[in-house]
């Protein structure tokens, strides 16, 4: 088993690649070598250990296979989201032909783009089966994407042939469709006439190459409401404004990102203050409140983790203290009594002079 | 009604209330603050040493103007009565200073 590529390329070179914040697409298939499932391992997805196994699904496989052990998946279980598949709806199934992998539950910054459906399971397809294959149903993962802490993504697919121009072109028929949708009348539900392979293809490769879903945040601020600058502190009860701009790339140029759950935290060891972050439609996003009764060192936090999209953790610092002595309420509320008692002794003293001097 | 005692002298029984009702006023502010809190410290300060003051005073002016008292004998009564009225004037000053 060939243990680099050639030259300086091997696990740890790709893998400092990836660390740099670089994207990298890792596609495999049953000849795939130690090296690839290695860099596959240390992104966080696990290739089926029998290197002589292929994905099989008997109920799910395309018809149009030749080989007929329904090694040729045709899957539509695809994960829900618009920013990495793109808003169309893929209509057609994709075909697949190659290794399944796994992912680690626990695992939170991996997604399964594609997996198989609840009858696949993973296993090599000339032998008998001795013992139930550890790889089954939906745990089978069949392309997925991760997204690094440093927002670098990678693809990480099963199988070389989804990205072959035979499988782009070729129609699909689901075998067990007819069975399944026969009371339906449609003959379009069954039987497309191209697969979904392109369509899925160019849209996530769009999103692994950041021309989709990459947010940047610019601009952030900080003010008293009614002043423009910056102060360098705040006080207790004061009421302030804060504002941030996210934008999203397009491929070929930042477009305003809209969204209405992005979230500012006043934050010191536990956030005093989380408010929700109103924007104009055009990116500005903005919100104002009291700052709470504590003082010491605050941050403003703003951490936005969304399927897709780069994560956003910007935080800035500011103190706060507590009041002047001259910037308390002129009269206290509560000291009132005090007060009564204070001028109260003072009348008693006066009225008393009176008494003593003028009383016989 | 524990002020009122009548003891001879009718600046005894005045200064007698005084005293008795301003002990009593200060009771009744350190059971407010209890309650309360003591956020306004300083005020609660100058309101219980205004009335701890003036009742201090008040026996002062009483041990002083006293006929019977053996060691205020050459002391006359005036000079007990102006030392009474500075020593509250420099007192409320301090109260209202204090107060905030």
Known sequence: MCLEFGGALDVRAVLEFVDSGRDLVIAADGSASDLIRDIATECGVDFDEDSEAVVIDHTSYAVLDGEGDHSLIASDEFIQSDVILGSKKIEAPVLFKG???????????????????????????????????????????????????????????????????????????????????????????????????????????????????????????????????????????????YSVEIYEWTGNSWEPYVSNDVQVQFYMMSPYVLKNLSTDQKGMYSTSFKVPDVYGVFQFKVEYHRLGYTSLSLSKQIPVRPFRHNEYDRFITTAFPYYGASFSTMAGFFIFTFVYLYSK | FFYLVRVGHPINYYLQFVTRFYIHFTAEQVVYMAIVGSFPFNSFLSGVLSCVGTAVLAVCLRIQVNKENKEFKDLPPERAFADFVLCNMVLHLVIMNFLG
Request: charge should be positive; aromatic fraction near 8%.
């Open chain 1, 99 to 241: 290794i399944g992998h796994t992912l680690n539950a626990a695992n939170s910054l991996v997604l399964k783009v594609l997996s198989a459906s609840p009858s696949a399971y993973s296993t090599n397809p000339e032998t008998e089966l001795s013992s139930p294959p550890s790889l089954t149903g939906a745990a089978i993962s069949l392309v997925s994407v991760v997204q690094a802490r440093n927002n670098a993504r990678i693809l990480i697919s099963g199988s070389l042939d989804l990205f072959s121009n035979r499988f782009f072109r070729w129609g699909v028929q689901k075998a067990g469709s007819l069975e399944k949708d026969s009371w339906k009348i449609l003959v379009s539900d069954y039987r497309h006439a191209k697969s979904g392979n392109e369509q899925f293809v160019t849209e996530l490769s769009k999103w692994v190459f950041h021309e989709k879903g990459h947010l940047k945040a610019v601009n952030v601020r900080h003010h008293k409401v009614g002043e423009v600058t910056e102060p360098a502190m705040y006080r207790i009860k004061d009421d302030l404004e």
